[in-house]
């Protein structure tokens, strides 16, 4: 799902007479005082009057434009490391196994599966005829080589197959085998993947996109995938759209695809644009796009509402922001010190600021749509100026001349990594306040986003502001906080954590998982790796040109996609 997000200030605005303009102004007046009482509910709330689409858009008949911020050009499911990148990727693979609106697992590329009683057998059927968008069979061994690729020693893309515990998988990976045992080709149509534990993520782990063998695989021995990756910038896929071209900062071009299994996409075209927060509302007032998403607090809302042709979607998100501390900072490694940041921080002040009444604080790095949400039993971690000043006292970080702290000759400065969205444009003044009140100084670095994450990845940092992708399980929201996950982030580690995470992941009963993930959020908020921030309700919009966008947060628009047509 793109994190597109939106900033009012910095919009374009319809232009108005005189006259006119004063009407709006009086109307917003009274909108923004009455807001309060005037929640915009869950769901989709129509457009009021489709007489209003931009000219601009009705000359568009037979492509549909969306708003997409900052992809990097890694067009491969697998080894992405920018979440714009995996939208793109959304529109060109298709998954062996779908999640329907609930979360729930549906057939995909796969037909049907089936788990054995001791849940370590998945056999999984693939549709017939299915076929990649160049016309070449797609079967098995497609998917027996894509999980092949994923455990080879080379790979380091964010996909961890070893949770899948498939068997083989680490001999294949330590060189002590040619193949991958567990993984058992029956015929062109069925798969037996073994494993040697049952594990709550394992049918999402096997479930992904599938990678042609014939295309990706050319030349492909254990330890070589340096071809592959030649082919990060020419994708072949099976997913509804073909991709054409990506023009840096500006779009990338996408055509239908005539061999999509569930039958050729009714619009001939799609286009992501390039957006930012100074130009998406504008643009999608203009008509230059038809689908764009927004920052949901009461201004955009009523200001879409004003257009009269959008289609305005509201629905809670699953991902939540956070600040993770770089634990190969000395200083970091207190965590005295980094409690004292949290209670330091008024979080309550940067949600209201922000969402205004469309987001709340983040206490557990999950979100309140979850089964797994546990409303009590953690450190809520309300801002206390006087407890964080009291922190850092224990820690020996006392007050200089100046009223920042020094520690053995060291001043308590801290650099905050960020990206430019609505979210940081609040962060950085209202952090710098708070902390300088307690003694610590704050200097922000706002870079584009892949500046941001080569910056992080280089550990070239104390502070770093981002949010999670989608969280499609709970497990999902603190495999970063895992040792070995961590190693090459932050560099959190915590033994308890670990076995937490591997209980919570091997446990199969959602009833029985809970209690573990509960434990857990209470030992992450005890010794807390991030600073936790908010979660938020995502606000998207969608031209009234355009029929058939039902976003929701398991599939952002592109599960919606296959069945998006121009009204005639």
């Known amino acids: 799902m793109a994190k597109s997000l939106h900033d009012s200030k910095t919009r374009g605005l319809p232009r108005f007479t005189?006259?006119?303009?004063?009407?709006?102004?009086?109307?917003?007046?009274?909108?923004?005082?009455?807001?309060?009482?005037?929640?915009?509910?869950?769901?989709?709330?129509?457009?009021?009057?489709?007489?209003?689409?931009?000219?601009?858009?009705?000359?568009?008949?037979?492509?549909?434009?969306?708003?997409?911020?900052?992809?990097q050009g890694i067009f491969n499911p697998y080894f992405f490391v920018n979440g714009w990148d995996e939208n793109v990727t959304n529109v060109i693979f298709a998954r062996l196994i779908d999640?329907?609106?609930?979360?729930?697992?549906?057939?995909?590329?796969?037909?049907?599966?089936?788990?054995?009683?001791?849940?370590?057998?998945?056999t999984i059927k693939l549709h017939p005829n299915l076929t990649f968008s160049d016309g070449s069979p797609l079967t098995a061994e497609d998917v027996a080589f894509t999980l092949t690729v994923l455990y080879d020693p080379k790979y380091d893309g964010d996909t961890d197959i070893s949770l899948a515990h498939i068997v083989g998988g680490d001999d294949y990976k330590a060189g002590k085998a040619d193949s991958v045992s567990g993984l058992k080709v029956i015929d062109p149509q069925t798969l037996q993947v073994t494993t040697t534990e049952a594990g709550a993520t394992t049918l999402q782990k096997i479930g992904g996109p599938v990678l042609s063998k014939a295309y990706y695989g050319k030349g492909y021995s254990r330890g070589n995938l340096d071809y592959l990756r030649t082919l990060h910038g020419k994708p072949l896929g099976n997913g509804p759209y073909v991709y054409e071209k990506y023009i840096p900062g500006q779009e990338i071009r996408f055509h239908a695809n005539t061999h999509y299994y569930k039958g050729v996409p009714p619009t001939p075209r799609f286009i992501y644009r390039v957006t930012n927060p100074s130009t998406n509302f504008q643009l999608f007032q203009t008509g230059d796009t038809d689908y764009d998403a927004f920052t949901s607090r009461p201004d955009d809302i009523e200001q879409l509402k004003l257009l009269?042709?959008?289609?305005?979607?509201?629905?809670?998100?699953?991902?939540?922001?956070?600040?993770?501390?770089?634990?190969?900072?000395?200083?970091?490694?207190?965590?005295?010190?980094?409690?004292?940041?949290i209670y330091g921080l008024d979080r309550q002040k940067l949600v209201d600021v922000v969402y205004q009444g469309y987001g709340t604080v983040a206490n557990e790095p999950i979100s309140p749509i979850s089964w797994a949400f546990n409303s009590e039993g953690v450190n809520q971690y309300k801002y206390d100026a006087a407890q964080a000043k009291k922190l850092l006292d224990e820690a020996g970080w006392k007050v200089g001349s100046d009223g920042i702290r020094e520690k053995d000759g060291?001043?308590?400065?801290?650099?905050?990594?960020?990206?430019?969205?609505?979210?940081?444009?609040?962060?950085?003044?209202?952090?710098?306040?708070?902390?300088?009140?307690?003694?610590?100084?704050?200097?922000p670095q706002v870079l584009d986003f892949n500046a941001l994450m080569s910056q992080r990845k280089a550990g070239n940092y104390d502070l770093a502001s981002f949010s999670t992708s989608t969280l499609n399980d709970p497990h999902d929201g603190v495999w970063d906080f895992y040792s070995k996950e961590a190693a090459t982030q932050g560099g959190y580690n915590n033994p308890q954590v670990d076995e937490l995470i591997h209980q919570a992941n091997a446990e199969l009963d959602i009833e029985k998982r809970k209690p573990i993930y509960h434990k857990l959020y209470q030992v992450l908020a005890n010794d807390p790796p991030v600073i936790l921030l908010a979660n938020r309700k995502i606000l998207s919009a969608?031209?009234?040109?355009?029929?058939?966008?039902?976003?929701?947060?398991?599939?952002?628009?592109?599960?919606?996609?296959?069945?998006?047509?121009?009204?005639?």
């Open 308 to 341: 009269g042709f959008a289609n305005i979607n509201l629905y809670g998100s699953s991902d939540y922001s956070k600040i993770e501390f770089n634990f190969r900072r000395p200083a970091l490694q207190d965590v005295k010190v980094r409690q004292a940041l």
């Open 18 to 71: 005189p006259l006119k303009l004063a009407v709006l102004c009086g109307s917003l007046l009274f909108s923004s005082l009455s807001i309060a009482d005037e929640q915009l509910k869950e769901g989709i709330t129509p457009a009021t009057d489709a007489s209003q689409i931009p000219a601009a858009a009705k000359l568009r008949k037979d492509t549909v434009i969306a708003g997409i911020s900052e992809p």
């Open 542 to 568: 969608s031209s009234a040109r355009v029929t058939g966008f039902k976003p929701d947060i398991y599939n952002g628009l592109t599960g919606s996609l296959p069945d998006v047509k121009v009204v005639k």
């Open 99 to 122: 999640l329907d609106s609930h979360g729930e697992s549906v057939p995909g590329l796969a037909e049907s599966w089936t788990v054995s009683p001791d849940g370590k057998t998945y």
């Open 410 to 443: 060291k001043r308590l400065e801290l650099t905050l990594l960020v990206s430019k969205k609505v979210l940081n444009d609040a962060l950085i003044p209202i952090a710098k306040e708070n902390y300088r009140q307690i003694g610590v100084l704050l200097k």
